[in-house]
């Protein structure tokens, strides 16, 4: 194991549980307290359902900003910009809702920022990836997926809310590219495998 390697996959952090209990439940109340005390009444009743009221507006946002791929665009970014200290040749790379992935076929390497874990670049030897596969549907998307320590991973090259036949030019574009990187991961799988 070199010495960035990870050990333990970690899809989600304690930092994306702190981002959702912090605006989904902390803000709401905050929000509510804030409003109660500056009609100058704070009742319990009154706290209560406002409290409830704003987190239901704050879990639709959050709900709204996972499904995009936004929650956490910001930390990912930030973090991604310690990928050029590593001592890998990460030459290809894919950015997706569910994160980031770098590619160092060469030398058999991975490279992962989740966006549930946006504070931590997570490195892996390619030997640890199993069944990645394109999934190629108008119906469900267009998508490439692979295991990762028994966790699957899910990196969508088509964002749409509507459907899209394999066929046509965005869609033949979208496989395409599933494809390219879904043959990049098992060349590095193979580069890992040789070492």
Same mark, same amino acid.
């Given at each position: 194991?070199? /010495?960035?390697?990870?050990?333990?996959?970690?899809? &989600?952090?304690?930092?994306?549980?702190?981002?959702?209990?912090?605006?989904?439940?902390?803000?709401?109340?905050?929000?509510?307290?804030?409003?109660?005390?500056?009609?100058?009444?704070?009742?319990?009743?009154?706290?209560?359902?406002?409290?409830?009221?704003?987190?239901?507006?704050?879990?639709?946002?959050?709900?709204?900003?996972?499904? &995009?791929?936004?929650?956490?665009?910001?930390?990912?970014?930030?973090?991604?910009?310690?990928?050029?200290?590593?001592?890998?040749?990460?030459?290809?790379?894919?950015?997706?809702?569910?994160?980031?992935?770098?590619?160092?076929?060469?030398?058999?390497?991975?490279?992962?920022?989740?966006?549930?874990?946006?504070?931590?670049?997570?490195?892996?030897?390619?030997?640890?990836?199993?069944?990645?596969?394109?999934?190629?549907?108008?119906?469900?998307?267009?998508?490439?997926?692979? &295991?990762?320590?028994?966790?699957?991973?899910?990196?969508?090259?088509?964002?749409?809310?509507?459907?899209?036949?394999?066929?046509?030019?965005?869609? /033949?574009?979208?496989?395409?590219?599933?494809?390219?990187?879904?043959?990049?991961?098992? /060349?590095?799988?193979?580069? /890992?495998?040789?070492?």
């Amino acid at each position: 194991m070199k /010495a960035h390697e990870t050990e333990k996959f970690e899809k &989600y952090g304690s930092f994306f549980y702190l981002l959702l209990i912090g605006v989904g439940v902390v803000l709401p109340f905050v929000i509510a307290l804030g409003t109660c005390i500056s009609s100058g009444e704070i009742r319990v009743d009154i706290l209560l359902s406002m409290t409830l009221v704003w987190a239901f507006i704050a879990w639709m946002f959050i709900i709204m900003m996972i499904a &995009y791929g936004k929650l956490t665009t910001v930390f990912v970014n930030k973090t991604a910009k310690g990928i050029d200290s590593l001592p890998y040749n990460f030459n290809s790379s894919f950015r997706s809702r569910g994160g980031v992935l770098y590619i160092d076929v060469e030398n058999g390497m991975i490279g992962f920022i989740s966006s549930y874990n946006p504070m931590k670049i997570q490195i892996f030897n390619a030997a640890r990836i199993d069944k990645a596969e394109s999934i190629a549907s108008g119906a469900t998307g267009i998508r490439f997926v692979f &295991y990762l320590d028994g966790k699957k991973i899910t990196m969508p090259t088509l964002l749409t809310n509507r459907v899209v036949s394999t066929k046509s030019g965005i869609g /033949a574009e979208a496989v395409s590219k599933a494809d390219t990187f879904v043959g990049l991961l098992q /060349a590095a799988k193979r580069q /890992a495998e040789a070492k």
